[in-house]
């Protein structure tokens, strides 16, 4: 039997406004897991809908209601002044 050894994963727990650290720079990616009806209509994904428009406009390039769309992603590059998220 082959043994896989992952590399030690660190984590840390932040609090405070997730899209303001973004778009500060704290970090340059945001990863947001959702269905498939291309809504953005509640929760954090209202707000990213509403900041970051074109992470939308890449939601919207998609078929409304396909499940087939569940397990794969959506990008959108967003400029900002430190650089793109």
């Not at 998609?62 to 400029?79: M, N, R």
């Amino acid at each position: 039997m082959e043994h896989i050894r992952k590399e030690a994963q660190t984590r840390k727990r932040i609090q405070g406004d997730l899209l303001q650290y973004a778009k500060d720079g704290q970090f340059d990616v945001i990863v947001h897991g959702c269905n498939c009806f291309c809504t953005m209509g509640a929760g954090i994904a209202r707000s990213i809908k509403a900041q970051f428009p074109a992470a939308y406009a890449a939601d919207l390039q998609t078929t409304a209601g396909d499940c087939t769309k569940l397990g794969t992603c959506t990008v959108a590059a967003i400029a900002l002044e430190h650089g793109d998220l």
